[in-house]
């Protein structure tokens, strides 16, 4: 069993960042591999960034590649998501999620662990 907990969200100008934070409960964290998605009002939950158990391979969406860096700290069981030049359509709840098997990274249905997200609102 593993919950998670993400903060760090709040309201940002364009071409501004943030730093969201999940934390995560239970002594296998390392085992997990770990996704950030995001969902806006009247859209599906999108895929963001995920990184595997190491940290040693990572994945984005095109639309944040090259603006947002996902990272991990797994004695802390600790996930990051660094946000830079966010523009308004970031605009969503943003959630941290854990999966067993990396191969469905991609996929929201593949992930067994999620946690409550955090609102992230970019102003034009």
């Known amino acids: 069993q593993v919950q998670l907990v993400e903060s760090g969200g709040g309201l940002v100008q364009a071409g501004g960042s943030l730093r969201l934070s999940c934390a995560a409960s239970?002594?296998?964290?390392?085992?997990?591999?770990m996704g950030w998605f995001r969902q806006a009002p009247g859209k599906e939950r999108e895929f963001v960034a995920a990184i595997n158990w190491y940290g040693s391979s990572t994945n984005y969406a095109d639309s944040v590649k090259g603006r947002f860096t996902i990272s991990r700290d797994n004695p802390k069981n600790m996930v990051y998501l660094q946000m830079n030049s966010l523009k308004p359509e970031d605009t969503a709840v943003y959630y941290c999620a854990a999966a067993r098997d990396y191969s469905g990274r991609y996929y929201p249905l593949k992930y067994d662990y999620w946690g409550q997200g955090t609102q992230v609102t970019v102003s034009s």
């Open positions: 239970g002594r296998t964290f390392s085992s997990y591999a």
